[in-house]
């Protein structure tokens, strides 16, 4: 069974980071986790995952996900309550976004299966020059009012 629990600073050292995004460019889970909420995902006592929300500001905030290498069909349980956490930010934030390296394919599926739409691609963004994909999910009751104006 998968628990999804709030993070707990030092969770990270029991994370195997998956090969594919040990490549990519990222920040230390602490730091990011001091910005804003963090979860964990584990079995067994494993930690399979930690992700959260960077709170960039009072209305917008971007989603971010370590994974553990051999997390298997744990993924679909993990995937399924990130959807859960992304759809409720979006009804409490005007902006969720996460940004998938553009040749990182897993990424992209789970931007999908999140609910998230492309938005742009920001070339040669990444840490290594590399070009990144914007994936938004805007709130429901955000688009309505824009469109009122």
Do not use: C
Request: proline fraction near 5%; glycine fraction near 10%.
């Amino acid at each position: 069974m998968i628990a999804i629990a709030p993070y707990v600073p030092g969770d990270e050292a029991a994370l195997k980071i998956q090969a594919a995004q040990l490549q990519q460019p990222s920040h230390p889970i602490a730091i990011l986790s001091e910005r804003g909420y963090a979860w964990t995902a584990r079995s067994a006592g494993q930690v399979l995952g930690i992700g959260g929300f960077v709170v960039n500001h009072v209305d917008y905030v971007t989603a971010w996900a370590s994974f553990a290498d051999g997390k298997g069909t744990a993924m679909i349980p993990i995937a399924r309550a990130m959807a859960r956490e992304i759809a409720a930010a979006a009804n409490h934030y005007a902006r969720v976004d996460l940004i998938v390296v553009a040749d990182f394919q897993p990424g992209h599926f789970l931007a999908l299966a999140l609910g998230m739409t492309p938005e742009a691609t920001l070339r040669h963004a990444g840490e290594n020059g590399e070009d990144m994909v914007l994936w938004t999910k805007i709130g429901p009751h955000r688009d309505s009012a824009i469109e009122g104006e």
